[in-house]
């Protein structure tokens, strides 16, 4: 399993970027996936997360309303389309292959937890957010 994630960089406060994240190595279109990010000094949470055809989404409040979260099973590709982005969203963010599909009310309240919850994750692209 590999995931590899591109489009990070820094951009200034009121800003976009897309984030990208290439899936191999497994039957990705029969998998949900999630983007989690994780800030220095902080755990990491989740940021999105798509169920395998894209019917179900979720977004943390933080984000909602501004990232919006897609994927092309064609082309093994997760994307997150992030808007006005704010300095507190500067972060690593990685695309991670959750273990079972999730509620929305079992990803209001647990944080991603690695082999417990998701079991690959990428190495992640960096995001800064800062004028």
């Known amino acids: 399993v590999q995931l590899v994630e591109s489009g990070g960089g820094l951009v200034h406060p009121g800003g976009s970027l897309t984030l990208s994240c290439t899936a191999s190595?497994?039957?990705?279109?029969?998998?949900?996936m999630a983007w989690v990010r994780q800030a220095p000094g902080k755990g990491p949470e989740w940021v999105s997360y798509i169920d395998e055809n894209g019917d179900t989404t979720y977004y943390s409040y933080s984000v909602k309303g501004r990232f919006t979260i897609s994927r092309d099973n064609a082309k093994n590709t997760l994307s997150l389309q992030m808007n006005s982005l704010k300095p507190e969203d500067t972060a690593l963010y990685y695309c991670?292959?959750?273990?079972?599909?999730?509620?929305?009310?079992?990803?209001?309240?647990?944080?991603?937890?690695?082999?417990?919850?998701?079991?690959?994750r990428g190495q992640g692209t960096q995001v800064t957010v800062s004028s």
């Open positions: 190595g497994f039957a990705f279109s029969t998998y949900a």
């Open positions: 991670a292959k959750p273990k079972w599909k999730f509620s929305s009310s079992y990803y209001d309240s647990r944080s991603p937890m690695d082999g417990i919850n998701y079991d690959y």
